[in-house]
């Protein structure tokens, strides 16, 4: 199993960057596939990043498309969002979240929140205008 807890979240201004850390923790972290959502004030929460468990596979949503990057660094058990050009509508409580069922593809990755079973506490992020 692994154990996610995000750090590096704060308040910056619009046109500003952010990168925010998920330590991990796991025999089995080598090959979870894991990913970033963030949940606005009263809205749901909404799918952000993900990457395959090598890192060799990444997908953004379009709404963070070339302004965020998502990676992992295995050596470090640590995955990260950069979060550049930040907009208002960033604005939310970001979380990690981990796949922690068995996945034979390496270059497996998922966008959808249902396939997510493990995940952190949460890190604010607010973008001020």
């Known amino acids: 199993q692994v154990q996610l807890v995000e750090s590096g979240g704060g308040l910056v201004q619009a046109g500003g960057s952010l990168r925010l850390s998920c330590a991990a923790s796991g025999r089995t972290f080598s090959r979870n596939p894991m990913g970033w959502f963030r949940q606005a004030p009263g809205k749901e929460r909404e799918f952000v990043a993900a990457?395959?468990?090598?890192?060799?596979?990444?997908y953004h949503a379009d709404s963070v498309k070339g302004r965020f990057t998502i990676s992992r660094e295995h050596a470090k058990n640590t995955l990260y969002l950069q979060m550049n050009s930040l907009k208002p509508e960033d604005t939310a409580v970001y979380y990690c979240?981990?796949?922690?069922?068995?996945?034979?593809?390496?270059?497996?990755?998922?966008?959808?929140?249902?396939?997510?079973?493990?995940w952190g506490q949460g890190t604010q992020v607010t973008v001020s205008s």
């Open positions: 990457i395959s468990w090598t890192g060799g596979t990444a």
């Open positions: 979240a981990a796949v922690t069922r068995y996945v034979s593809d390496s270059y497996y990755y998922s966008s959808n929140l249902g396939e997510y079973d493990i």
